[in-house]
């Protein structure tokens, strides 16, 4: 029998039996990010002859940070909530060599973790931020979340949203990051183009997934799909026909200096000063 | 002919393998598996061209597809 090809970086045993199926409800877009995660570091583990051990992913609490630990055949961990950030520069100082994925949800980027996603774009820390927005709290039930939609209906707000939705990737390039990029789940092939790149960037890349979640939404997946392809416009195309449909695309790809390379041109400016007298 | 294969143990039915096929090479089935989910089946599989999409977008990492020469 024939096997998923990305089956091979996950763990389907640990020492307490099987551990897949995944446990994301059916047709849920955190699992579909995972795959094209996966496509895009076995892309970059291929191309740029990077080893397994250099690559670590971190993730908070919520749907998308049972992603890490609890599958993946690489180094990771499962850290606080919205912490995800923090966790990820301490890491990045101890090993500067690090490739590092953050999964994150839109709560634990956009509301819990939004200061400390606010100040690693600003300080363009070299990680990659896979932020999986399904626009609600979807792991505690359907509560109304910072990116939720205006109008939109759920468990909190059963008269509609009255608030408008953050735009993180508004965010996170007025922050500073050097690579921003939004596309949804039905876009397969541009987010992992959009993920290699974040990988072989110095500096903060984050790439935002709008993604479905059907259990909340009372919808099927495949309808959400399909909606999520037709509520969104590419940014080279917005002129035509643009009003009223999210902004898709890669926003900005700037090359600046990096947190962890400049304290190292620092510390290594006073060793040098140090060895002169 | 392309053969398909379905993880029954990962399978969770949402069906999207079957929407987003390009040539309709997959249906859904009648079967059903052990968690009580409608797996797809081989409508047509002489169509398929291997393009990879249902094993991309699966967000179970349950169906694969192999190439068969000739």
């Known amino acids: ?277 | 002919m392309n053969k398909l294969w379905i993880d029954e143990r990962y399978c969770k039915g949402c069906l999207i393998c079957v929407d987003v096929c390009p040539t309709k090479a997959i249906k859904a089935s009648k079967e059903i598996n052990d968690w009580g989910y409608i797996l797809p089946t081989e409508h047509d599989m002489n169509s398929c061209k291997a393009c990879g999409l249902c094993e991309l977008m699966c967000p179970d990492f349950a169906i694969a597809i192999e190439e068969v020469n000739g």
């Open chain 1, 1 to 277: 029998m024939k096997k998923h090809p990305m089956l091979k970086y996950l763990k389907e045993e640990g020492p307490l039996g099987q551990r897949m199926p995944l446990i994301m409800c059916p047709g849920c877009g955190a699992g579909q990010v995972l795959n094209y995660t996966l496509h895009a570091v076995e892309r970059v583990m291929n191309e740029d002859k990077i080893g397994k051990e250099n690559f670590l992913f971190i993730s908070g609490v919520g749907c998308s940070a049972r992603l890490t630990s609890h599958y993946l055949n690489f180094d990771s961990a499962w850290t606080i909530h919205g912490r995800t950030l923090a966790i990820a520069t301490g890491s990045l100082l101890a090993n500067p060599a690090f490739k590092i994925i953050v999964f994150t949800g839109d709560g634990d980027t956009g509301s819990i973790g939004g200061n400390h996603f606010i100040h690693a774009c600003r300080r363009n820390i070299d990680v990659t931020i896979v932020c999986i927005n399904n626009g609600v709290y979807g792991m505690t039930g359907g509560q109304v979340a910072p990116t939720t939609p205006v109008g939109a209906i759920t468990t909190t707000t059963p008269y509609g949203n009255i608030e408008e939705a953050f735009d993180l990737c508004k965010l996170a390039e007025t922050a500073g990051a050097s690579f921003v990029a939004r596309w949804t789940t039905a876009h397969p092939h541009q987010v992992i183009k959009s993920i290699t790149k974040g990988l072989r960037k110095k500096g903060t890349a984050f790439i935002e997934i709008l993604s479905q979640c059907p259990v909340h939404s009372k919808s099927s997946p495949v309808a959400m799909l399909r909606e999520l392809k037709e509520n969104t416009i590419q940014i080279s195309k917005k002129k035509e026909s643009g009003e009223g449909k999210t902004l898709i695309g890669e926003f900005c790809d700037l090359d600046k200096p990096e947190w962890n390379e400049s304290y190292q041109k620092l510390i290594d400016q006073f060793d040098h000063e140090e060895g002169k007298s």
